[in-house]
């Protein structure tokens, strides 16, 4: 059974840092792509940051330079290091994974850890 545990939401105020962490739990080999999305209350889930298995990354243009997404293969974790954070980046945070699973590969998603950036 594979899962994907998300860690390190919380409360934070405005300007403040979180670190989220996403690792991947289960009889699994390896990851391929990986990336955190959000849903703030009363819209649809969006795209925060991408990252392949080679590291290559993509970020939302609302996050960009703030957030850094990055991932340890040995240890099937990826992480969302957010700085700066505003009101806005409330959110719950999911990570999602692509990863093999016999002769295809499996979209993991985790259960969601919330975010409150307050003023």
């Known amino acids: 059974q594979v899962q994907l545990v998300e860690s390190g939401g919380g409360f934070v105020q405005a300007g403040g840092s979180l670190r989220l962490s996403c690792a991947a739990s289960?009889?699994?080999?390896?990851?391929?792509?990986s990336g955190w999305y959000r849903q703030a209350p009363g819209k649809q889930r969006e795209v925060v940051a991408t990252i392949t298995s080679d590291g290559s990354t993509n970020y939302a243009d609302s996050v960009k330079g703030r957030f850094t997404i990055s991932r340890n293969n040995a240890k099937n974790t990826v992480y969302l290091q957010m700085n700066s954070l505003k009101l806005e980046d409330t959110a719950v945070y999911y990570c999602?994974?692509?990863?093999?699973?016999?002769?295809?590969?499996?979209?993991?998603w985790g259960q969601g850890t919330q975010v409150t950036v307050s003023s």
């Open positions: 289960g009889s699994i080999s390896r990851m391929y792509a």
């Open positions: 999602n994974a692509l990863i093999p699973r016999g002769p295809s590969d499996v979209l993991y």
